[in-house]
């Protein structure tokens, strides 16, 4: 066969071997998963995708070992050429920021100018008053010399000492104790008139420092002003560019805490999330919150609650937890509402968010609120010690708790004596309130439990309590009637019966008046 008709024929492709081919499958499986796991798209190359490709280039490099060296110097070269083409980028950003600081000049010298004539004008109207107040001393001080000359006339010209003394009759001004009451009289006035004197008139050296820390003051708001405007410049500036983690960092620790304010957490807000990257906002909640204890005063109400939300929007307890116990942040009701609502939607934080949303309530002086966190919880007894140190829970706010957190132990302990001290709460009132809310179900329980103790046990509980009338209690015999409980129906009227005065009251007979008072 010839040259010629070889060539006719065309050219086989290589044959790939069984172990290339499955090389090459995971490459491109590689691929595939790294760039969505690090959420890289398609608009252009990245950091992301830089990192990916040498690390393909690198195994392959290492599988095929024939053309190792070729390959690592073709990467070298590449890699070489990247990180110039990075460090030029870099030169670029800087020298576009220096641009911008260049540009901004002539506006702040135009600042500047108009500043030195608003302050020269101010100057004016300060000159000009000063020259009024003391044209106005100088005429005070002449009538005053003018004055001091009538007055030494006026004496000089008093020849007769035995002249009454203004104000007083002629019997008081020879009477030694209504001389002295006189005398006293002049000292308290004279003390009343010099003591106005200082309030009402200040010393002409004193409006000198008043006018000195004015200017000082006046100086301060400037810089203060001017520093406002350049942190929010360059705030914005980060965030134009996309530097969302530099951004939320610089404004967290911005001086004077001038952007840790609601309008910086609306910015975020405004960018919202990013795939593959840290939440900005929660960035910023994180670095502003880490360095309240470097601060005199606690981050605001707003700022904490909002920082409280962001962090379990993100389902980030930790941090939550973290805040309240070591930050300095001031604390709120909604705070704590937000911490529980989250633990009433994930039962397996519910415990952890009522811990924390108690040590809330209890610092706000919310003590209903804490004592039902405890309540949920199930520490009846830390509850029922939180009850005894704070003195000022009603009967309505336990008939609320115990609406809130029907707990048997929980009534138990609020229907008898504790620590020596007699019940908070009547058992009989307790069962009439659960009755008349809809709670039948637990009145019905709190029933069964004192029905299973006998007669000596509901005996002892209605000589104990001391709220309930012998009419509520006829009323709770009615409903253990009327529920099925006949023998606890048997025993509460039997021991009303063997009260002395006592009679049972039919419904027919709706003359007779119950007994209004406490029957033991």
Known sequence: MSVQEINKHAVLPPI??????EFLESMQRYIITETERVGCNEEGPADEYYIIYRNV???????????KSILTSI???YDAIIEMI???QRTAFCLHGKLKVLAAEPTTLVYHRKRTIQLEAKLKVIENNSSEIQLQIDKIKQLRAEYDVKEVKHLSSCKDPSKPIPGMILEESVNLDALNKYLKHLEDKYAEIKQLMSKKYVPVQRKAELEEEMIVKLKRRDVAESLNKELRFQFNELISLG????AACFAATSPRRILQNIGTVNKFKAVGKIKGKPFPLLLFFEAMFSTSNAYRRPINAELTLEGI???LSEKRLDLVINWVTQERLTFSEAAADVICDYGEQHAHSKAKCLALAQVIYSECGLNNKAVLCLCKQGQIHEAMEYIQQF???TSDDLMQLIQLCPHYELIQCLTNEWNGKPPLLSFGLAILHLFSVDMKKVGIKLLQEIN???KDAIEHLMINDLFCCLGRWQEVANICLQNGFDRLYNDIMSILRSQAGVTEISQEDDTVNLMQHVFW
């Open 75 to 77: 990467k070298k070269e």
């Open 309 to 311: 939300k962001c962090g």
């Open 243 to 246: 530097e969302y983690e530099k």
């Open 16 to 21: 790939i071997s069984r172990s290339d081919k």
């Open 86 to 88: 990075k460090k030029d």
């Open 391 to 393: 003195k000022d829970f």
């Open 57 to 67: 280039f690198d195994k392959v490099i290492e599988y095929v070992t024939a053309y």
């Open 452 to 454: 299973q103790g006998g």
